[in-house]
């Protein structure tokens, strides 16, 4: 039996085990029996319900042992547990209590005992499926994360159940913002930034009581940075509690999730030792697995082929062993051996379409800062068709910057520096991306000195527009990708 993402099911594969749906109240129906021959209708009934994949009967691949994964069945269990502990708590008006306490505690148990019978930590322990879920999922994911770069760091049993406690327990005064604010898709600014940053201080006020003050400092300092970028307190280095430098890389690890893999992994390793502590993220980036034993991944030369095992230096680049086209098991290959430098995982088995401005899709990487949402191209990346680029955090740049036009074929910022190396630099790593997932489309803002498709400023900073395109557009243009405006999208 092996765990397959939905993705990458295909007829005449046979159910493992029985598929059963829950519902918001989490009863159980059965969807489809044990034993059961999957055909292109039953596939698309299960990717129509969402469902991040099965368990197969599996006769070739049987020797790949499916490890380091942790069943759906506990996920599922778990989820069910930590919505319990957070509808309680807002049921009865954000008083946390004795059974909550022993809910939790209960948890944090159950989560150590099955996460460090493993010694590795896993990549998107459960998949975002739902969105009503998204937070619960989160928090469990965390928690997983967290225990096992708890273990990994070697501390105590005493301390690692603390920490499970903090991970559990760390957004429960998310529960204390109004909906309005939670939901908002637009930027949040002035009061509605505070009333957010007030989350880590309101959960400490709910459980401080119960807890001990290591958990307590846990939860407060989850969203401190080591460069003192953070909040509520703005700490610096070691005067962050530990547990709050590990939620903090498990945390952002997490949020990450529209991002491809290697995006992640590059995000953690560029601000290791900038915002996140150093050895925890080293120990982290050290540990993930990526790409799951047993797992079907698809290649940068076409083929598909399973993970075998994980290599430690280097997360992206397993042994694998290539599907023959038949389906039957192939060659085995060492993706660090110098030989195969060119074989990429494209990806876990997603069909990328288009690679679109991130900053269309919510993430923070405008020059400024905010944030914007056009739901219709954030709508292709929450269906796997679409993979978002940033050129200019790419080619090196921070947020907040200067905004940047082009002036006479140079990208200028306004205090007239020079910035058309991290352009060129972030073009070329955006055309890179478009390649490797053979992406032939991009969706891109409208405007940008990088991603302008029609129009950019004229470089005078006056808020004048002309006739022209971006960077990464013309290189992407010159590479044969359609560019499409978001105006025109
Ligand atoms: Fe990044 Fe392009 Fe958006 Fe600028 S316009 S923030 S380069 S994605």
Redesign the pocket.
């Known amino acids: 039996m092996k765990f397959i993402s939905s993705d990458n099911l295909k007829p005449g594969m046979v159910l493992a085990m029985d598929l059963v749906l829950y519902n918001k109240y989490n009863f159980k129906t059965l969807l489809l029996r044990e034993g059961l021959e999957l055909n292109r209708s039953y596939i698309s009934k299960i990717c129509s319900n969402n469902i991040s994949g099965v368990y197969i009967k599996n006769e070739e691949a049987i020797n790949i042992l499916k490890k380091n994964i942790i069943s759906e069945e506990l996920l599922v269990d778990v989820l069910t547990k930590i919505k319990d502990i957070y509808y309680n708590y807002k049921l009865k008006n954000l008083v946390f209590d004795r059974r909550m306490l022993s809910q939790a505690l209960n948890l944090a148990d159950y989560l150590i005992e099955e996460t460090t019978l493993t010694n590795a930590l896993l990549y998107r322990v459960l998949e975002y499926n739902n969105n009503e879920d998204y937070m619960f999922q989160h928090i469990i994911n965390v928690a997983i994360l967290s225990i096992s770069l708890g273990d990994s760091l070697e501390i105590s049993p005493y301390m690692l159940h603390e920490l499970a406690m903090a991970a559990l327990l760390h957004d429960m005064g998310l529960l204390h913002v109004p909906v309005e604010i939670m939901e908002k898709p637009d930027s949040l600014a002035g009061d509605e930034l505070k009333i957010i940053r007030e989350h880590p201080a309101n959960a400490v006020k709910a459980v401080s009581s119960f807890v001990s003050n290591d958990v307590l400092m846990g939860i407060l300092s989850h969203h401190e940075r080591i460069d003192g970028s953070g909040y509520p307190y703005g700490l610096k280095g070691e005067q962050i509690h530990l547990f709050g430098r590990i939620l903090a890389v498990c945390d952002v690890y997490q949020s990450l999730k529209k991002w491809t893999p290697q995006q992640a992994i590059q995000y953690l390793s560029e601000k290791k030792g900038i915002e996140f502590d150093a050895d925890i993220a080293e120990i982290f980036l050290k540990n993930i697995i990526v790409y799951p034993e047993g797992h079907y991944v698809k290649l940068n030369n076409g083929k598909t082929a399973i993970v075998v095992k994980n290599n430690p230096d280097d997360c992206l680049r397993p042994v694998i062993q290539i599907l023959n086209p038949d389906d039957s098991l192939g060659e085995e290959v060492n993706l660090l051996d110098i030989e195969y430098k060119n074989v990429e995982i494209a990806d876990k088995g997603h069909n990328f379409e288009y690679i679109v401005?991130?900053?269309?899709c919510g993430e923070k990487?405008?020059?400024d800062g905010k944030v914007f949402v056009n739901d219709k191209i954030k709508g292709l990346v929450d269906q796997g068709k679409a993979i978002m680029?940033?050129?200019?955090?790419a080619g090196g740049l921070k947020v907040p910057r200067l905004p940047c036009e082009i002036n006479n074929g140079r990208v200028v910022n306004i205090t007239a520096d020079d910035k058309t190396e991290n352009f060129v630099d972030?073009a070329f790593k955006t055309l890179e991306t478009a390649k490797k997932y053979e992406i032939k489309k991009a969706v891109?803002?409208e405007k940008?000195p990088?991603?302008g498709s029609k129009y950019i400023y004229d470089g005078t900073f006056t808020k004048s527009l002309i006739q022209g395109q971006g960077i990464?557009t013309r290189l992407l243009r010159l590479n044969n990708i359609e560019v499409i405006s978001d105006e025109d999208f």
Do not use: I, M, N
Not at 357 to 360: D, F, G, Q, T
């Open positions: 401005s991130a900053c269309l990487t405008r020059y680029v940033c050129p200019e955090l972030g891109l803002k940008s990088s991603c990464t």
